[in-house]
């Protein structure tokens, strides 16, 4: 069950990490959707956004993900990422995140991100991640 819902959690991050990229499309039980609109300082040579980019968004989605559960907890924090770039992302297209909770334990969080060219099927990357959650009084 989602504690809270996407504008509540907009709102949150507006106050806590208000330097955050992307835009929460929704949240569900255990899931957050998001989405980038790809602008000129995402991109690297070559029109394709840049790895920084993807992960940065991929990061946020999880974290939003586990909000969702947790519900407003400032100190949830990243303690592992990994990505594997699968092919290239368009710079020409919004870059959609689909994060999916694995696992939500009274003190790690673990997740997957998938991330999407909009209008392709085909992921662009694959991100795994780790967050670290404070002991609850």
């Given amino acids: 069950m989602t504690v809270m819902t996407a504008t509540a959690i907009e709102e949150f991050l ?3 990490f208000p330097q955050r990229a992307g835009t929460i499309e929704g ?3 255990m899931r957050a959707t998001m989405s980038l609109a790809i602008e000129d300082e995402h991109l690297r040579p070559g029109a394709c956004v840049s790895g920084p980019t993807m992960m940065g968004l991929a990061d946020v989605c999880l974290y939003v993900a ?3 559960q947790i ?3 400032p100190m949830a924090v990243t303690s592992d990422l990994h990505c594997r770039f699968l092919r290239r992302a368009r710079g020409d297209r919004d870059l959609i995140a689909n994060a999916r909770l ?3 334990g009274s003190r790690l969080a673990v997740g997957e991100v998938q991330l999407f060219s ?6 662009v990357a ?3 991640a780790t967050y ?4 609850s009084d």
């Fill in 14 to 16: 507006d106050e806590v």
């Fill in 27 to 29: 949240v569900d039980e």
């Fill in 66 to 68: 586990i909000l969702a």
């Fill in 71 to 73: 519900g407003p907890e």
């Fill in 102 to 104: 694995v696992k939500l």
């Fill in 118 to 123: 909009a209008g392709d099927e085909a992921p």
């Fill in 126 to 128: 694959l991100v795994t």
């Fill in 132 to 135: 670290a959650l404070p002991e």
